[in-house]
C-alpha cells in the first residue's frame, strides 16, 4: 500500500497550488480520503474529505470557499486544489484512506505560504 504525496511548495501569499496524492496497492474507489496538514507546533488537523461513492466533500471552515478536494478513481488520485493561500496555511499536508478499519497514510507534503 503507497500514498504518494505531491506538488507542494513555496507560494506567495495569495497564490495558489494544487496537491496530488497518487494511491497503489487497495481499491482506491472504495475508500474515503481526507487531506490532513500539521503545522509546527500543532496538532495534525483534517482539511477536507471527499466520499467513496458519491464524491460527497466537506471542508474545515478554515478553508471552505479557497480549497477544493477531488477525486479520479480512475487514476487512483486525489487532489487538493488551494486558492488564495495564506501564511496560516504553511503545514506539511497528508493524503488519508480509510474504509472502516483499514487506515493509510502518505508521507506528506511540505507547503509554505510566505512572501
Known amino acids: 500500500v503507497q500514498l504518494v504525496e505531491s506538488g507542494g511548495g513555496l507560494v506567495q501569499p495569495g497564490g495558489s497550488l494544487r496537491l496530488s496524492c497518487a494511491a497503489s496497492g487497495f481499491t482506491f474507489s472504495g475508500y474515503v480520503m481526507k487531506w490532513y496538514r500539521q503545522a509546527p507546533g500543532k496538532e495534525r488537523e483534517l482539511v477536507a474529505v471527499i466520499s467513496s461513492i458519491y464524491g460527497t466533500t466537506d471542508y474545515a471552515d478554515s478553508v471552505k470557499g479557497r480549497f477544493t478536494i477531488s477525486r479520479d478513481n480512475a487514476k487512483n488520485t486525489v487532489y487538493l486544489q488551494m486558492n488564495s493561500l495564506k501564511p496560516e496555511d504553511t503545514a506539511v499536508y497528508y493524503c488519508?484512506?480509510?474504509?472502516?478499519?483499514?487506515?493509510?497514510w502518505g508521507q506528506g507534503t511540505q507547503v509554505t505560504v510566505s512572501s
Open positions: 488519508n484512506a480509510r474504509r472502516r478499519g483499514d487506515v493509510y
